[in-house]
Nanobody, 127 residues
Framework: QVQLVESGGGSVQNGGSLRLSCAAS????????MGWFRQRPGKEREGVAA???????AYGYSVKGRFTITRDNNRNALYLEMTSLKPEDTAIYYC?????????????????????WGQGTQVTVSS
């Protein structure tokens, strides 16, 4: 069965860095769009970053320039390097996978109707 398992969350101070990882299994990883989403307290889930099977990336406006998404198709792994973290980045971060389609990755990031989701990992940034 499909599994997405996030790791790397934790607590950091304002301006700090974290690296999230997602281990994927149960599907043809290299064919899928992969993404990171987050849900901040009292807010709806939102797209943070996504990467297509072709390696093209897209980022949410609030994280562009601070976060970097990468994928390793040999390890079936997804990463999110987060730098210059701010208290407003505090959220549960979810790894997600979506089947191939004709949609560009930028549009994929705007939707939350992805096929598979991980359980999430908490990121807390203190001021």
């Amino acid at each position: 069965q499909v599994q997405l398992v996030e790791s790397g969350g934790g607590s950091v101070q304002n301006g700090g860095s974290l690296r999230l990882s997602c281990a994927a299994s149960g599907f043809t990883y290299s064919d899928y769009y992969m993404g990171w989403f987050r849900q901040r307290p009292g807010k709806e889930r939102e797209g943070v970053a996504a990467i297509g099977p072709d390696g093209k990336t897209a980022y949410g406006y609030s994280v562009k320039g601070r976060f970097t998404i990468t994928r390793d198709n040999n390890r079936n792994a997804l990463y999110l390097e987060m730098t210059s973290l701010k208290p407003e980045d505090t959220a549960i971060y979810y790894c997600a996978a979506d089947r191939p389609s004709a949609l560009p990755v930028q549009l994929k990031l705007l939707t939350t109707t992805w096929d598979y989701w991980g359980q999430g990992t908490q990121v807390t940034v203190s001021s």
